[in-house]
């Protein structure tokens, strides 16, 4: 059976739960945001009534089910596709190409354990011929985080298809191969010298990537497990899934769909508006190590959350062409390839020299980790991994070690961001290198962290304003910084994801109390852009559009606590912040996406949230 594309009336035996899930993804483009009435109406009239009733759906992935994956053929070559209107008179359309398509699909902590245990099927319910690999797996519990899968698929240009992905149920003891369980015990994805093309290997097993795929040809109940599959990440055909998909599986931490942002629609819209509109283009920006530059805050990292919360081929390959752009232009790598910093750290910078504050604060772990978790794009984890393993050998020198060459002082307190992009470098690493070393550098940044805050009693991490920035302070020894203090918390989150550090919960709590009793301006409408300096109390409210960077500490404090007032107060100041937002450079809309979109997915916990209502009505 062949594809089915979208749009035809054959009739396709598709399950319409997969067509509703998917249908928003379908109008989902560059600009303006579809509302969920607007998405009801363009869908196919017996499924309008299903989008309505389920588009704020967010269901967490059980342990076994399907997703849609929906293919779009956005970027054919024109050597197989001709244009529309290229066709000579009478001429019929020549069939599409068959070409390699890859997909990284996350899933939650506990969904899945072996790869193999992934089915795909077309439009019309035939099994696609599938490989697959583990590209990274949840430190706790050793579940599967992304896996790759490549297939062939033949769309032409501008064609788009639904397919099904099936996970975690075995195959039927009819479909299995002589003498083989899908579900044998100790059959795990992640298992060393599990090879699909071992000697021996079915003959009826997928065809590699690459070979064509025999019509009709038998295939496996499941996917062949391929520690050597490569992806084609920017291949003619791009696969996506839902948004509620990539929000449950907290890939890239809480996120909230942008369909089911019904709170602050202003921030979705002035999101979408401010990058259409922004002038200069934000990628006319280039890199610089003084001025303003495109990727400061993590533009990756933005970009990919800005995809995550659509779920649309177009915001992809944005968020994917920005990676690769920082790669191409931002990152230096030593002759073997084993150390990563910013092209702005001196040439001959060694781990034995501190690496300066804004290389520190431009090395994007998080964005090459989404990167690599959505794509398996091996130069992605080579990234994370060289700038992950440049820090940890960093570390002695950054924190003023005795003897150590230009080591002066502490860098990593002299402000929070310094310890924020450095927790945020080591906990991407360790997502894909759990080496035991890494997690020993990791857990002693998070020590460090907590006796930080502990030194003072406002709850602050305190330090030296004049210090970090003179310009801005003239005196104020003992002050802080919100909005590098909702950075550090960011980081925070991501080390405690991973590890389930008990610590952290009472560290979030402080600095949130902190942000609303004293860092809070007198007319509580934002936060002081600097705590504690003696020669300006910064009491204003001129900085109401950091307050979306700020407001997920409060996201973060209810997550821990499930203190409902936290919420309460983010929103109070998300109100004034969404009103004040300024997105007119890359730096402003990368801070403000990075972390409004954070707060929005630790909001969508509160009880009676129709993402929680989902969730449970699944269990």
Known sequence: MGTQILGTSSGARRPLAALFLAAPL???????????????????PRV??????????????PRAGSVPLLLVADAADSATSPAPGKRPPGASAAPAASVVV????????????????????????????LRAKPLAVWPQGRSIRSALLV??????????AIYTLDYGAPALPSEAAPGQRADAPGQ?????????DAPGQRADAPVAPGAPVAPGAPVAPGAALDEALLPNPDG??????????YAASQVSGPQLPAMDDRRFPGFESGIERGLARMSPAYDAYGMSCSGPHRTYYDGPHALYQRFLRNGDAARYRRARAEAVWYRQHELRFSPDRRLAVHVCEKEDWSPARPLSWHALRRMLGQGMLDDYLLTGDPAAKDAVLAMGEALRLNLAALSGGTGVKGAKEDALRATERNMAWAIMTLASAYALDPRPEVLAALRGLADRTVAWQQQGASGAFEHDLHRADPSECERGPRGGSPFMTALLVDALMEYHALTGDPRVRQVVARAAAWLEERAITSDRRAFRYLWGCETDPYDDSGTADLNLL????FGAAY???????????GDALADVGVKAMWVKQPKHWNQAMRGFGRYLGYRAQLPGHPAVAQRSAGR
């Open 550 to 553: 700020i407001v997920p500490v």
């Open 188 to 196: 795990r994805a992640d298992a060393p010298g599990q090879r699909a």
């Open 26 to 44: 379908l109008w989902a483009g560059c600009g303006r945001l579809p509302t969920r009435v607007a998405v009801a109406r363009r869908a196919e």
């Open 236 to 245: 003619p055909i791009a696969a996506v899934l839902p948004p509620s998909w």
């Open 48 to 61: 309008r009534a299903l989008v309505e009733a389920h588009a704020a759906a967010r269901p967490a992935p």
């Open 102 to 129: 890859s997909a990284a699909v996350p899933f939650a902590p506990g969904a899945l354990r072996d790869v193999r245990l992934i089915r795909l099927r077309d439009g019309g319910g035939a099994a696609v011929p």
């Open 559 to 569: 997550a821990l606590t499930r203190d409902p007032r936290w919420i309460a107060v």
């Open 151 to 160: 297939f062939h698929a033949a769309l032409a240009s501008g064609e788009r």
